[in-house]
């Protein structure tokens, strides 16, 4: 893939901040040295960065001896997983916001991250293109992230038995849409544009449909639905670059 064209564009987006980087303490954590080595560049001029390491118990580590209420990391660690350390790091800073940058999308990992409770969910291969910086607008604003793609691999992870459960039937039409477009990845700002309707009123219908299905949170609302059978599969499987 020849990405010449997209040069100039990828530079000014590498050297935008976020509100969220900028006032957080955060720690990354990958297996990917030369991701860690671009990252700790990348957070000289965008926020404070506490921590930095490659494997599940060393990022424990930095975060025990931090004051750190950021973590970056993706699902593949050289010791150790992502889940595994989302899990851990929110049973010791339970105030803590996780985003994960998925690099393999395999069911079980996506179903434990939410397990987790991990914030934000995103394509690893996406980043460049400025899914980071939209994952932490939402997550600063709706609470979670979860992106197309990601959420196109948990519509054909088969989670249920394809029946429709009467559910669906306790969902306002608005509520219903508006849960698929959770299940599509779009943030409560891209529902309200599409949906022609106010920030707000969005965010009453998230809560409104997160009580009645019952859901801790959006990500664990897309579980439900597809396996509940509440938003139909589509046909193609999720491109995952």
Known sequence: MDITPRISSLQKTSQQSHPLLRRSRTVVATADRVLITSWVGWFDCLGPLVGAATGEDETLSCLKSSNADLLICTDLLESGNGPSLVRKAKQLKPDLKALMLIQRPVLRTLLDAIEAHCDGLCA???????????????????????????????????????????????????????????????????????????????????????????????????????????????????RWQ
């Open 124 to 238: 690893h291969e996406l980043v460049g293109s400025g899914t980071l910086l939209a994952a932490l607008s939402a997550i600063e604003s709706d609470g979670t992230y979860l992106d197309s793609v990601v959420a196109g691999v948990l519509r054909h992870g088969r989670l249920g038995n394809g029946k429709t459960s009467s559910q669906i039937d306790n969902l306002s039409l608005r509520e219903g849409d508006v849960l698929r477009g959770i299940c599509k990845g779009m943030s409560n700002q891209n529902i309200a544009d599409e949906l022609y309707l106010s920030i707000d009123t969005v965010k009453s219908h998230v809560h409104n449909l997160l009580q009645k299905l019952p859901a801790r949170d959006r990500t664990h609302a897309v579980v439900v639905a597809f396996r509940d059978g509440l938003v139909e599969l589509p046909q193609r499987l999720p």
